[in-house]
T-cell receptor, first 111, second 114 residues
Framework: QQPVQSPQAVILREGEDAVINCSSS?????VHWYRQKHGEAPVFLMI?????EQKGHEKISASFNEKKQQSSLYLTASQLSYSGTYFC????????????FGKGTRLSVIA | NAGVTQTPKFQVLKTGQSMTLQCAQD?????MYWYRQDPGMGLRLIYY???????DKGEVPNGYNVSRLNKREFSLRLESAAPSQTSVYFC?????????????FGPGTRLTVL
């Protein structure tokens, strides 16, 4: 089942923070976050595992809510290079299953 | 390492024509995937191959066939292209880390069906 991302789009000024949410109707095994710039392939940012462990980008963090049905991605002190579309990919029940991606959140960082 | 490569980068077809999209990875990954990306729809899984010799349907398999030729290569075939198959197609492969799979995407093939 496709996860729901919110917001659909957000505009930030350099240095501001942003939160992107990824919600599912079931508890998640893991959430993978990707960023895609226009005309390019998605690039892996980080993964949030069910135990709360995170692996990936230094300046980006994520968390689960209590039921592990929602993940939030935190972008702090945004830079112009953070602009792009952010996708979450989710695994349910167990690992080693194909990711199901949300529809994306378009982030624009302006000077 | 070239990572995941896809050919062609662009293609225009007429309705009813057939073609094969090629994908190869040089990272010795077991799993490979084909996605399509349409505006506002995110990435939708067409087919995947968990290992050499196996393939499984994803969310949107109708109108497509795949072949896992060997561990490196995973091709996607459109037998009779339709305008609804106009999309950007991404191939990906994944490696099993200690507790998760990390997925890498190719640069994409932009397909237009007239």
């Amino acid at each position: 089942q496709q996860p729901v991302q919110s917001p659909q789009a957000v505009i930030l000024r350099e240095g501001e923070d942003a939160v992107i949410n990824c919600s599912s109707s079931k508890a998640l095994y893991s959430v993978h976050w990707y960023r895609q710039k226009h005309g390019e392939a998605p690039v892996f940012l980080m993964i949030l595992l069910k135990g709360g462990e995170q692996k990936g980008h230094e300046k980006i963090s994520a968390s689960f809510n209590e039921k592990k049905q929602q993940s939030s991605l935190y972008l702090t002190a945004s830079q112009l290079s953070y602009s792009g579309t952010y996708f979450c990919g989710t695994e349910g029940n167990s690992g080693n299953t194909p990711l199901v991606f949300g529809k994306g959140t378009r982030l624009s960082v302006i000077a | 390492n070239a990572g995941v490569t896809q050919t062609p980068k662009f293609q225009v077809l007429k309705t009813g024509q057939s073609m094969t999209l090629q994908c190869a990875q040089d990272m010795n990954h077991n799993s490979m995937y084909w996605y399509r990306q349409d505006p506002g729809m995110g990435l939708r899984l067409i087919y995947y191959s968990a290992s050499e010799g196996t393939t499984d349907k994803g969310e949107v398999p109708n109108g497509y066939n795949v072949s896992r030729l060997n561990k490196r290569e995973f091709s996607l075939r459109l037998e009779s292209a339709a305008p609804s198959q106009t999309s950007v197609y991404f191939c990906a492969s994944s490696v099993a880390r200690a507790s998760y799979n990390e997925q890498f995407f190719g640069p994409g093939t932009r397909l237009t069906v007239l």
